[in-house]
T-cell receptor, first 120, second 111 residues
Framework: EAEVAQSPRYKITEKSQAVAFWCDPI?????LYWYRQILGQGPELLVQ????????DSQLPKDRFSAERLKGVDSTLKIQPAELGDSAMYLC??????????????????FGSGTRLTVV | LAKTTQPISMDSYEGQEVNITCSHN???????ITWYQQFPSQGPRFIIQ???TKVTNEVASLFIPADRKSSTLSLPRVSLSDTAVYYC????????????FGKGTRLHILP
């Protein structure tokens, strides 16, 4: 079964430092998402890519967060500088898009295992 | 985007059937209903998806009434390993709608 790869699995960083997360979606999936999940909460969408273009980054704290998907394949999410409140699980997901109106459900997103970030 | 409402938590015992109901009163015509399961320190995992009536796979069943304003995920004969958070999502995934996760239902299976 195809998987979404994420690294690192765990990351501990000091506040004010820079940190980066990497995601490799399922081959052929044009749409890529970054989510942040605080303990006890549901995942919150940070940014959505369609190929190399940002479709939605309305919830991305742009003063410190940045995301890129330069070749429309893998993606990097960066935080600089990290703050204590950024401690969370960062999840990447990908999906493929079927033509509208086919009547065939798209089985939604495939998520990676996430990166657990702890800011100290 | 249709908002969903689910119970915050549920307890059940091994071997029992568990039903988790989700309300989505504002579901749109093109929206599908999708359920995900999430274990601690893992990403959510697709369980089942449906549009109307009943859908069954090897893991669960999904019951959707005619008005589609709610849905019920049914897990047959649960085991301890079914302890997880279950999310009900509604959206038109054929258009890659921005799917909003709620807090989900924390299911705790007791021995």
């Amino acid at each position: 079964e195809a998987e979404v790869a994420q690294s690192p699995r765990y990351k501990i960083t000091e506040k004010s430092q820079a940190v980066a997360f990497w995601c490799d979606p399922i081959s052929g999936h044009a749409t890529l998402y970054w989510y942040r999940q605080i303990l006890g909460q549901g995942p919150e969408l940070l940014v959505q890519f369609q190929d190399e273009s940002v479709v939605d980054d309305s919830q991305l704290p742009k003063d410190r967060f940045s995301a890129e998907r330069l070749k429309g394949v893998d993606s990097t999410l960066k935080i600089q500088p990290a703050e204590l409140g950024d401690s969370a699980m960062y999840l990447c997901a990908s999906s493929s898009t079927l033509p509208t109106g086919t009547g065939t459900p798209n089985y939604g997103y495939t998520f990676g295992s996430g990166t657990r970030l702890t800011v100290v | 985007l249709a908002k969903t409402t689910q119970p915050i938590s549920m307890d059940s015992y091994e071997g029992q059937e568990v039903n988790i109901t989700c309300s989505h009163n504002n579901i749109a015509t093109n929206d599908y209903i999708t359920w995900y399961q999430q274990f601690p320190s893992q990403g959510p995992r697709f369980i089942i998806q449906g549009y109307k009536t009943k859908v069954t796979n090897e893991v669960a069943s999904l019951f959707i009434p005619a008005d589609r304003k709610s849905s019920t995920l049914s897990l047959p004969r649960v085991s301890l390993s079914d302890t997880a958070v279950y999310y009900c999502l509604v959206g038109d995934m054929n258009r890659d709608d921005k799917i909003i996760f709620g807090k989900g239902t924390r299911l705790h299976i007791l021995p």
